[in-house]
């Protein structure tokens, strides 16, 4: 990554967490669906990123996220697995070749059908975590659910139309 992509992700990363931590927290959609913005950057960082980079990325921004909405933990740990399943997410709808492993998942790249199952999975495996950790009883699995696909689908068609305003990345193919 160049100096101006790093700067870009970091500028990128700053205004999301500001929007997750001072707007999107305080909105619930009829007790069922929460955006989560902040997350994107995970998602859209390339895919030949280094692990321990990619992980480093993930933990500080769950735990900034944390350390403003007073959820000791749980995105942290969320942002955490939502990066180790990353590739292995990215892979199950994209073919692994040489042109996929310098990639940056976007629309653009993937075009819209594999991007947006990608972003889907991503999505949704994050709000399944969050919203286990925070409930944290299975006697609540029906909230869990229901809050974890609402807030999946919010947060999808947000993410979606950010993925259409951001900075094209390079293309590969």
């Known amino acids: 990554m160049t100096g101006k992509e790093v700067f870009n992700y970091i500028a ?33 960082l390339p895919v030949n990123l280094g692990m321990s980079m990619l992980y480093t990325v993930a933990f500080t921004s769950g735990v900034l996220v944390d350390l403003f ?8 740990l969320a942002c955490t697995l939502l990066a180790a399943l990353k590739r292995p997410v990215f892979y199950a709808y994209v073919p692994r070749d040489d042109k996929t492993k310098t990639m940056t998942p976007t629309i653009s790249q ?4 594999p991007y947006c199952k990608y972003m889907l999975t991503m999505v949704t495996i994050y709000c399944l975590m969050a919203f286990s950790i925070e409930f944290f009883n299975f006697a609540d699995i029906k909230d869990v659910l229901l809050m974890s696909a609402g807030s999946s689908a ?5 993410l979606l139309s950010i993925d259409s305003l951001s900075i094209p990345a390079k293309k590969t193919m």
């Open 110 to 113: 993937l075009g819209l059908a």
């Open 12 to 44: 990128l990363s700053i205004v999301l967490l500001l929007a997750q931590v001072l707007i999107c927290n305080h909105i619930v959609l009829f007790n069922l669906a929460m955006p989560i913005v902040f997350i994107y950057v995970i998602i859209r």
């Open 154 to 158: 919010f947060s999808f068609l947000i």
């Open 69 to 76: 909405s007073d959820t000791m933990g749980v995105n942290a």
